[in-house]
């Protein structure tokens, strides 16, 4: 009988190393291409805030608004010069990067933007706004939560609220935005930021929604959208050129469309363009209201992807600013 002979145990081969590394590849490149998506939808939602009209002292395609030193074009131009900085933003995000990294960013993206208008400021507020919202959208991306406004919310105010909270009270003594907050007591962008953005999530998103499930398009729902911004936003871009005299015109015509119906009363566009007209009269301009529609638009289009009628957006910025 043929003796037995043990054999030495062999471990067992580790392949699961194989597949977690093709599955941290993997993670790696959708997120990659999550920030890129983010990026596009961003700026898509500033092209989305620039071409709708009638917009009460604003800048769009039909007349420069309240302004003498800007116009279509050099929103084109700045709205272009900001395409890297939302990938840039949004893959720090991913990471949890510092505010003091983010802010980083954003300090570049605003020179670049003053290159590209030679020096005039179009989309200051956005760079905070829409950054700030393209960072903690990608690291909710990153920790496989789901894109909700809750969770955006949550997660930008655990990331980054008491960074955001300091930056309130800290900044540029000269800057417009800062000086007139101080003076009339109002919160400006910052504040906004160290709230969490409760004109985009608890004001517009609500009111973009409320349009569209009443059966209205993606037109009336951005006019309502920000007439609803209007009527209770402290905007320092107004109280900048009309003081409280000014910001008090802007809030009672907003609540007046609203209370009219908004976009549901079937003279909408007239008293909407009636409203336009005395903004520029006045030469009053909601240019912190028309930043917080494109927050609201973005959100809108990552978490509900319902905005799938502007698919061809992107081929008509082109064509714009090749015009």
Excluded at 220 to 235: E, G, N, P, Q, Y
Excluded at 271 to 287: D, I, K
Aim: charged content about 20%; proline content about 3%.
């Amino acid at each position: 009988m043929p003796s037995l002979i043990s054999l030495p145990t062999q471990p067992a081969m580790r392949l699961s190393t194989v597949p977690h590394y093709t599955e941290r590849r993997r993670r790696q490149r959708s997120l990659r291409d999550f920030c890129r998506k983010m990026a596009r939808e961003a700026v898509r939602s500033l092209y989305q805030e620039l071409v709708l009209y009638p917009k009460p002292g604003l800048v769009s395609l039909v007349d420069n608004g309240s302004h003498d030193d800007m116009d279509a074009s050099t929103f084109m131009r700045s709205l272009f010069s900001l395409r890297r900085y939302f990938v840039e933003i949004a893959e720090a995000g991913t990471h949890g990067a510092p505010f003091s990294e983010l802010k980083q960013l954003g300090i570049r993206a605003e020179q670049r933007m003053l290159r590209a208008t030679a020096g005039i400021n179009t989309h200051r507020g956005a760079i905070f706004g829409l950054g700030m919202l393209c960072a903690a959208l990608a690291s909710c991306r990153a920790q496989g939560m789901t894109l909700s406004p809750q969770a955006v919310r949550a997660t930008l105010l655990i990331q980054w609220g008491d960074a955001l909270t300091a930056h309130t009270s800290a900044g540029d003594a000269s800057s417009n935005g800062l000086r007139v907050a101080a003076h009339h007591a109002v919160g400006g962008a910052r504040e906004e930021g160290a709230l969490g953005f409760p004109s985009v999530f608890d004001i517009a998103l609500p009111q973009l929604q409320a349009t569209l499930d009443a059966g209205r398009d993606w037109q009336c729902a951005k006019i309502d959208a920000l007439f609803a911004l209007m009527a209770h936003v402290s905007d320092t871009n107004v109280y900048h050129r009309g003081g409280n005299a000014g910001a008090n015109m802007v809030q009672a015509r907003s609540r007046a469309f609203m209370a009219d119906g908004g976009t549901g009363n079937i003279d909408w566009q007239a008293q909407a363009e009636t409203c336009h007209r005395e903004f520029v009269r006045h030469r009053l301009s909601p240019g912190g209201a028309a930043d917080l529609l494109a927050a609201a638009c973005l959100m809108h289009a990552i978490c509900f992807d319902k905005d799938k009628e502007h698919g061809s957006e992107i081929a008509n910025i082109n064509s714009n600013l090749k015009a």
